[in-house]
C-alpha cells in the first residue's frame, strides 16, 4: 500500500528443502449469555505441530519493536540456596499435576524426569546486563528474578507502573541474599504471618541460615518496605493471627496462666475468646490491677508467639501488579491462584510446553496501554471482575453489577475512540471489555430476582449492549434473542420483542449469527396471541425461515434401546451391551452408537472425538500459518505461555494471513494421498509430546491419517477452510462421531441424540455445511422414543 516491496512467502508444502521455521509469538426458555466460545478451548488435548518440516513458512522479519528480552543466564552453586528437587523412582506414578486442566495428567514419554536448571539452555546466552547477586538462587526465585529484571530494562514497561512500585522493584538490586526466596516464597504463599523459626526454613530451604546473618537479612528486608514486622507495632497481629501460629501446647500453655482448662485446640480457641471479650476480672479488681482480660490475654499470646513476619501491604500489591504486567496475555486466574510457578516448571522439565518458541519477539503490555493509569485502570476493572465472580449471593453480584453499569456509563468518549483504535483481538484487555462481559454474566442474575425493577434493569443492560458496537459483537444476536424473551415472558410485550427481533433479523449481523435468533422469532410468529398484528406475525415469520437450518432436514438413524437406569437420573445416560466373551458392557450413548454402526459392516473404525478430530487436522496442517509472526501485526504473540495466537478467536485470524491460508488451502485441495499423510506424520513427530496446542494427541496420529486419507485433499481443504474463516465459532458444533471404512474409504459424521436430547444451532450449521460439502452427515438417535419429537427426520432403522 505504501509502495515498498512485499515480502515474498515460501508456501509449499512440497518443498523438499527444509525451510527454517519462523515461530512466533435445552428445552426450555433459557439463552446463554454467559459462555465464551473463545475460551472453549479443549483443555484435555495434550498436543504437537512442526519443528522442522516442509510445511513452513520462511521470511525474513525485520521487526523491531518493544519486546520482552528473552534469555537465559547460567547459575552457580550458591551457598545458602538449592534446589532440592524428589526424583520419581522406577515403577511409581507416570501422574502429574496439570494446572492447565486442573486435574491429574500421564506425563509425556518424551518428558525429561529431573529438573535441569533454567538458566542452563543452549538456546540462548546470559544477558550481560542480569545482576551477579541474582545469579544464585533457585529456580522459582528465579523466575521471579528474571521478570523483575526484564521490568527495569524495559523502558515502555516502567512507564506502566506506578513510582511506588518502581521504586519498589528497584530495591530488589539491594536485597541481602537469601531475602529474595523469602520474598518470593511469602507472595506465593498463604498470606499470613510466619514466626521467626517458619521465616528462617523458608528463607534457607534446605540450607541452614545462622542467626546474625537471618537478622541482618530479616532487618535489611523491614527497612526496605518488603517485609512487615509484628514487634514495630504491637496491635498488628490480631486474636486469630496469633491462633494461627501457635501450637495447641503453647496455646495450653497460655490457657494454663489465664487459669483455662482445655483439651483441643479448638477448646483454646474458644475458651481464649470468651476469656479476652469479658469485662475485667472481679479478682484482678480486688488486687487492684488495672488491665482488661483482652490487654492481659492478648499480651500473653503475644510473649508466646515471639518475633513474626509477612509480607508487607506494599510488597503484596507491588509484586501482583509486576505479574499482571509481565504475564500480560496470559489468564490472570493462573496468577491469582497460585499456580503459575507450577506451570512454569511443567514447562521447564517439558511436561508441559507451550507453542511458542524462545527465539520469537514477543510483544508486551505497551502495546495496550501507554500511561500507568491506563494499566491501573484495566487491572481495578480486572479486580471487579474478581469480586463478581467470587460473590456468594445474587444481591451481591446485582450490588456489582449496578457499579460497573454506572462505570461503563461513564467512559469518556476519548477512552472509546481509543478502544476502537485497538485491534480486535486486543480490546479484551481494555476495561470497558471487562464492563460489557460482566453486564453481560448479570442479566441471567438480575432475571433470577423476579421483580419488576430487575427485570427492567436486565433490559436497560440488553439495550446498551446491543448499542455500542467495541465489544462481543459476536453476541449480538444471541442479546436480541435474550432481550426478546424477557419482554415475552417477564412484560408480555410481544408486539415489543417482535419489535427486537425484527431489528436484530434486518440487522448487519453475519447470517450464521442470526440463526441463532430465528428459533425464538419463529415460536414468538406461530404463538396464538391477539397482542402480535397479522403484519408483524408475517414479517418475523418470514424472516424466521430465511436461510433456517432444521433438524428434519437431515438423514437420521433411529436405534431403539431402553438405557439403564442411573441412580437419582443424574450422570450420562448408559446402555448396556455384550462383548464377545459374553460380559456385559455399559456405554455412554455415543460409544454404543459406534459399535451399532460398525455391527452392521458398513464401517469398520469410528472415534466419539467430536471437534477434536478437524481441530487437529487443522492445526497439523496449518501449524506455520498458525503461529508464524507476521510483519506489521502487533500484539499477537504477549507471552510464552500462550497457547494460541491472540486472534486466532477473532475474525481478523483469517484476514491477516488470507494469502497464506488461501494458498495452503489450494496445495491441500490439490495434494495426492501420499502427500497429504507424510505431511500429517512430519508434522507429529516434529512436535513435543506434551505440547499444549489445538493438536488432541490422544486420538493417535494413525487415526488422524485414516480419517484424511478417507476424506481426500479437497474435503480436508473444506473443513479446515471453515475453521480457518471462522475458528470462534466453529471448533465448536462439530459432529460426535467420526465413523469410516479403511478398505472401501467410506466416512461419515454423525450427531448423537437421547430421546430428550435437541441440536445446537452450531450443531445443524456444521451438518448443513459437511453435506453441502459433499460429505455423508446424519442424526443417529438413540432411545426408547426417538420419534416423540417432530422436529426429527422419519426413521431408517438399523
Sequence with gaps: ??????????????????????????????????????????????????????????????????????????????????????????????????????????????????????????????????????????????????????????????????????????????????????????????????????????????????????????????????????????????????????????????????????????????????????????????????????????????????????????????????????????????????????????????????????????????????????????????????????????????????????LYKNLSEEEWNYYKSLPSWLRKYTPGHIYIKLLEKSVPELKKMKEKKYIKQALKILTTLIQQSAFRQHKKSLWYAEKALILEKHENSYEKAAEVLLEGLKSDIEEDCKCEMRPRAFKLATLKCTELSDELRQQLLQCALLNSVKENDFEAKHIYKQPTETCNNRGKIKFETLTSDGSRMFLDAEEYCIEEYINTGEYTHGGHWEGRIISTIFFVLFWDIIYVRLPGVRGVFLSQLQMFPQDLFTDSFYVNRKALIDDRLREISNATESELLTWIQETWDSRPEGELSGITRSIGVERVKAVCRCLGGAATSALCARLAKDYRRTHSGFPDLTLWNQITKQIKFVEVKTDSDKPSVKQLQWLRYLVDAGLRAEFCYVGTNTTRCKARAAPQHI
Design 1 to 406: 500500500m505504501d509502495g515498498t516491496p512485499q515480502k515474498r512467502y515460501n508456501l509449499s508444502l512440497k518443498s523438499t528443502t527444509p525451510n527454517k521455521m519462523v515461530k512466533t509469538d435445552q428445552t426450555v426458555d433459557v439463552i446463554d449469555l454467559c459462555s465464551d466460545e473463545e475460551t472453549d478451548t479443549n483443555t484435555d488435548n495434550t498436543n504437537s505441530a512442526i519443528k522442522s518440516s516442509p510445511m513452513c513458512l520462511r521470511f525474513d522479519d525485520s521487526d523491531t519493536t518493544n519486546s520482552t528480552i528473552l534469555y537465559t543466564p547460567k547459575t552457580p552453586t550458591n551457598s545458602y540456596e538449592s534446589t532440592p528437587k524428589k526424583i520419581n523412582s522406577p515403577g511409581t506414578s507416570k501422574k502429574f499435576f496439570s494446572p492447565t486442566k486442573n486435574r491429574l495428567v500421564n506425563t509425556p514419554q518424551k518428558a525429561k524426569k529431573n529438573l535441569h536448571n533454567m538458566f542452563n539452555s543452549s538456546d540462548g546466552a546470559l544477558d550481560e546486563s542480569f545482576p551477579d547477586e541474582f545469579k544464585s538462587y533457585d529456580d522459582k526465585t528465579m523466575f521471579l528474578l528474571k521478570i523483575i529484571h526484564n521490568y527495569l530494562n524495559d523502558e515502555p514497561l516502567r512507564k506502566l507502573l506506578p513510582e511506588s512500585v518502581d521504586n519498589l522493584l528497584s530495591k530488589t538490586l539491594e536485597v541481602v541474599k537469601p531475602g529474595m526466596r523469602l520474598i518470593c516464597r511469602l507472595f506465593w504463599r498463604k498470606r499470613c504471618w510466619y514466626r521467626r523459626e517458619d521465616a528462617k526454613k523458608i528463607a534457607g530451604g534446605d540450607n541452614n541460615i545462622d542467626d546474625p546473618h537471618f537478622e541482618f537479612m530479616i532487618n535489611s528486608l523491614v527497612e526496605q518496605g518488603f517485609i512487615k514486622y509484628s514487634a514495630n507495632d504491637v496491635n498488628c497481629m490480631t486474636f486469630d493471627d496469633y491462633v494461627e501460629v501457635l501450637k495447641l501446647n503453647e496455646l495450653k500453655d497460655v490457657c494454663k496462666d489465664l487459669n483455662i482448662k482445655v483439651k483441643t485446640k479448638q477448646e483454646a480457641i474458644t475458651s481464649l475468646k470468651n476469656f479476652i471479650s469479658r469485662p475485667v476480672n472481679i479478682s484482678n479488681y480486688f488486687k487492684g490491677e488495672k488491665s482488661s482480660n483482652a490487654n492481659r490475654g492478648m499480651e500473653k499470646l503475644r510473649l508466646k508467639a515471639g518475633k513474626c513476619y509477612r509480607l508487607s501491604e506494599s510488597a503484596d500489591v507491588t509484586f501482583t501488579k509486576l505479574y499482571y504486567l509481565m504475564y500480560f496475555g496470559i489468564d490472570y486466574s493462573i496468577i491469582r491462584e497460585s499456580k503459575l510457578e507450577l506451570i512454569l516448571l511443567n514447562s521447564k522439565v517439558k511436561k508441559e510446553i507451550y507453542p511458542i518458541n524462545d527465539d520469537i519477539t514477543l510483544d508486551n503490555a505497551s502495546v495496550v496501554f501507554n500511561t500507568s493509569d491506563e494499566f491501573e485502570s484495566y487491572v481495578n476493572a480486572y479486580t471487579i471482575s474478581q469480586k463478581w465472580h467470587t460473590a456468594n449471593t445474587t444481591d451481591e453480584k446485582i450490588v456489582i453489577s449496578s457499579m460497573v453499569y454506572s
